[in-house]
């Protein structure tokens, strides 16, 4: 847990769960485990504020607890979980991707999921319905059995997964997947029914029938089990992504199909942190390519073949016709390629030139690398040194005699890119605090006009309800003044700016720490 | 960095490896060294990348402000009990109470958690019963009052029955009464405006007095 870390951490929680929550994460995150008593009192927070965020922290998967240090008789111990906390920052990438791949019931179940911690299904199945039948038009209604076809299709593909039991005395089982046999069994229960729309002349009406359905659903059956979003089948998904575009931008689009017929074939088979996909025959691929690709046989063969021979990109490794993808190598290829283009477009594309050629060519001297640039001796030698500044290159001597005398060693520059993807990454964490300082420094600098036209706004809802004139409407929106429009207008222009980098900047975070990840589990 | 001058004339700086080796020649001029940290804004040489606009980042943009919103409204947005002004206002009692730092204002699932964290839940206000309620919350004690409150209904339908002298208007505010305390949330605000004298939006304060009258300006405020 890097300080970045920990900053970032601590903005995530304020912004989502308020400063109190915030402030006993971050206290939690920077100590290690601690117990309740040891929280209130370094933190100076009343006894109940403290037991209440903790619950708002373990609900939401951030916080884990197990009996204490000294064994089965100390106080619970409480940990907070640093990962788990920046994936708040990926929660738009996920419910678009459940968007893209079960559309708006899908996207609807993942949202209420993340935004709750953990549900049992037949609530998400109800909050769901109740949410879609609202959008729609009126007189229909979403039946709970589509929603249901919906989770189960989530559970059948491993994005939805069984939060693991906790044991009696409150240690928490290790939510892996071994540990939890049943993690993707739904449960047999039926749900019978249809959203209901809140509407105040219905509720007469519905009033003993609500309450009877009301009762019988309560106890559903499938009490205790609560589901979680399941965050590694997410990144699996990412992963397979950026993987099948690099190959499309590289070479072309039947090639990057086939990548993907041989992911999705091994999807549910492949572990995350595997290096490599099963084994897969080309016969097996060849009848499992989409059939608006008709490529005849001899022509997947050349295609595999290109692919091995590509260094860059997805790599086969294949004896003939047992070609497996190795994932590894191709994240380390992603990570590679985000690290050249962030030379370039920090420092310019001949310092980038120089960056990959060091890359490539492992250690280089002084001189050599201004003869391979083509770079004149001066400018090679200043932009070598800004890199070495920002500590993306690094000095490596090598002597040659036992006294290291300097006069007799050599000095190579070299990129080490395992290290520099974990600065890069650290740099990532700082930019994206950052942003979210200045966007909430922004809100505040105008929180008086932000607040002033909110009022206006409901103002213009309420009279406009009420059937008033054009006139009245004309001159509410005229309490607003024209410099304090263009204001307005360019703090909204500012904060969605600052959002959308936040996003994007997510993306990079997502491949430097699937690269690390990856060359971790060795 | 490389080791200090230990200087007696040695000119510019003298260092433990041979810097003709890294590739700074005899005599050059280097930059000054920097005395300071770096600015805080720095000028950039490069401008960077512009940002990807499109339909997917305007959707997951609209997302994510949305999902921030929502998750204000949620009760997992904890906030600290605001000290209460001086004294006990009337209004207090039918006004939105302020959360208070004892109860929490969602149901987990006490299973799943240590005991010592368990704190009373708020039972919200319209079950007619106290404002909060002690461990843990079942749903045998709602239940019960709800079935209290059905004997009570067919008790006095019986009664009703019995007496023929009870007026016709009686009856219907008894069974409005009935309805009402069948009735879910939408019906919280109106209860209370049955019970109390006063009309809520009619319901003032006190605390403007004194700033509205402009009338009769000859007259001296004290």
Redesign the interface.
């Known amino acids: 847990m890097t300080a970045q870390e920990v900053r970032l951490c601590g903005l995530l929680l304020q912004e989502h769960f308020g400063e109190v929550v915030e402030r006993i994460g971050t206290h939690l995150l920077r100590g290690g485990a601690q117990n309740l008593r040891t929280i209130a009192n370094e933190t100076n927070t009343p006894l109940d504020l403290v037991k209440k965020s903790l619950c708002v922290l373990v609900q939401h998967g951030a916080c884990e607890f197990g009996s204490g240090r000294r064994g089965p008789g100390s106080p619970v111990e409480y940990r907070a979980n640093c990962e788990r906390v920046l994936r708040v920052l990926r929660y738009p990438r996920y419910i678009y991707t459940a968007k893209t791949l079960y559309g708006d019931t899908g996207e609807l179940i993942v949202e209420e999921v993340l935004q709750r911690g953990h549900m049992t299904m037949s609530n998400t199945v109800k909050t769901v319905a109740d949410r879609l039948t609202h959008n729609m038009e009126e007189g229909r209604s979403m039946e709970y059995s589509e929603v249901v076809s919906a989770f189960s299709k989530l559970v059948e593909t491993h994005f939805l997964q069984r939060c693991p039991p906790v044991a009696e005395m409150g240690t928490a089982a290790s939510s892996t997947t071994p540990s939890n046999p049943d993690c993707y069994k739904l449960p047999h229960v039926t749900l019978i029914g249809r959203g209901k729309r809140r509407r105040s002349s219905d509720d007469s009406e519905e009033q003993r029938g609500g309450k009877k359905a009301k009762m019988e659903v309560e106890s559903c059956g499938d009490e205790g089990i609560y589901w979680q979003v399941n965050f590694e089948r997410f990144h699996q998904h990412f992963r397979d992504q950026a993987v099948i575009s690099a190959v499309a931008s590289k070479l072309d689009q039947t090639s990057s199909e086939i990548v993907r017929t041989m992911l999705r074939m091994s999807e549910v088979t492949t572990t995350q942190t595997a290096a490599y996909t099963q084994p897969l025959s080309a016969n097996e691929i060849f009848r499992s390519l989409p059939p608006n690709y008709s490529i005849s046989r001899p022509i997947l063969d050349q295609y595999l073949s290109l692919l091995v021979d590509d260094p860059v990109g997805a790599d086969l490794d294949s004896p003939p016709h047992i070609p497996t993808l190795n994932l590894q190598r191709a994240l380390a290829n992603l990570a590679r390629a985000t690290l050249e283009s962030v030379v370039q477009e920090r420092f310019g594309s001949r310092s980038a030139r120089i960056f990959r050629l060091l890359l490539r060519k492992r250690h280089l001297e002084q001189k050599q690398v201004e003869d391979f640039a083509m770079i004149p001796a001066k400018e090679a030698k200043d932009m070598l040194y800004t890199l070495l500044s920002e500590n993306l290159v690094q000095l490596q001597e090598i002597p040659k005699t036992p006294d290291h005398a300097p006069s007799r060693t050599f000095y190579l520059y070299t990129v080490n890119q395992l290290p520099t993807a974990r600065l890069l990454l650290q740099h990532c964490y700082k930019t994206v605090a950052n942003l979210i300082e200045r966007r909430l420094f922004e809100t505040k600098e105008n929180k008086r006009l932000l607040e002033k036209s909110q009022r206006i706004e409901a103002i213009l809802a309420s009279l406009q309800a009420s059937g008033a004139e054009p006139e009245q409407l004309t001159e509410v929106e005229e309490m607003i003044t024209a410099p304090e429009r263009q204001q307005l207008e360019a703090l909204r222009h500012h904060i969605n700016k600052l959002d959308s980098t936040e996003n994007q900047v997510d993306e990079t975070v997502f491949l430097l720490e699937s690269y690390i990840f990856s060359t971790k589990t060795k | 960095m490389a080791g200090l001058g230990r200087g007696r004339g040695r000119g510019k700086g003298y260092?433990?490896?041979?810097i003709e080796?890294?590739?700074?020649g005899k005599g050059e001029n280097l930059p000054p060294s920097i005395l300071q940290p770096t600015p805080l804004f720095p000028p950039m040489?490069?401008k960077?990348?512009p940002?990807?606009?499109g339909e997917?980042?305007?959707?997951?943009?609209a997302?994510?402000?949305e999902?921030?919103g929502?998750?204000k409204t949620?009760p997992?947005?904890?906030?600290?009990a605001v000290s209460k002004k001086d004294v006990e206002r009337y209004s207090d009692k039918y006004q939105n109470s302020e959360p208070s730092?004892?109860t929490?204002e969602w149901n987990?699932?006490w299973?799943?958690?240590?005991?010592?964290?368990?704190?009373r839940v708020k039972k919200p206000l319209k079950e007619n019963t106290s404002l909060s309620v002690d461990t843990p919350v079942d749903?045998k004690p709602s239940k019960k009052t709800r079935v209290d409150k059905e004997e009570i209904i067919h008790k006095l339908e019986t009664l009703e029955k019995k007496e023929e002298e009870v007026t016709s208007d009686e009856g219907e505010k008894k069974k409005q009464e009935e309805?009402q305390q069948?009735?879910?949330e939408?019906y919280d605000e109106e209860e209370f405006e049955e019970e109390t004298d006063y009309i809520m939006s009619y319901f003032d304060n006190g605390e403007e007095f004194g700033g509205d009258s402009d009338d009769n300006m000859d007259e001296a405020i004290y």
């Open positions: 260092m433990s490896f041979s080796a890294v590739g700074i040489e490069h960077p990348v940002l990807v606009m997917e980042a305007e959707y997951m943009l997302l994510k402000q999902f921030r929502n998750m949620l997992f947005y904890v906030r600290q730092d004892n929490i987990p699932d299973k799943r958690l240590p005991k010592e964290l368990r704190i749903p309805e069948d009735g879910e939408e």
